[in-house]
């Protein structure tokens, strides 16, 4: 069965940066556009960032923008979320997701178990 599994999550202070990698199994997403959710305590999930399967263009969430960069390597069948200047608002889990779709916001057909980012402040 198709697999996506996150890494790279973990306890850091704010200003820190932390990699976050998804491997996925079962099934190639090298033709599908990729992407990254999170979800805080007691809010709804959200959309991080998308990247399609052309590479270009890259969408990202407001709130991180300028900090968070979104990448893919479809030889792995792996993408990527590399976050710079991390805030205690970024506090969440974060879901890697496969074959996204917009349809009034941003969803998708595939997501990981996700990793627990925790910025300190």
């Known amino acids: 069965q198709v697999q996506l599994v996150e890494s790279g999550g973990g306890l850091v202070q704010t200003g820190d940066s932390l990699r976050l990698s998804c491997v996925a199994s079962g099934r190639a997403f090298t033709r599908d556009s990729l992407g990254w959710f999170r979800q805080a305590p007691g809010k709804e999930r959200e959309f991080v960032a998308i990247?399609?399967?052309?590479?270009?263009?890259?969408y990202y969430a407001n709130s991180v923008k300028g900090r968070f960069t979104i990448s893919r390597d479809n030889a792995k069948n792996s993408w990527y979320l590399q976050m710079n200047s991390l805030k205690p608002e970024d506090t969440a889990v974060y879901y890697c997701?496969?074959?996204?779709?917009?349809?009034?916001?941003?969803?998708?057909?595939?997501w990981g178990q996700g990793t627990q980012v925790t910025v300190s402040s």
């Open positions: 990247i399609p399967y052309s590479g270009h263009p890259l």
């Open positions: 997701a496969g074959e996204t779709w917009n349809l009034r916001g941003w969803g998708a057909n595939y």
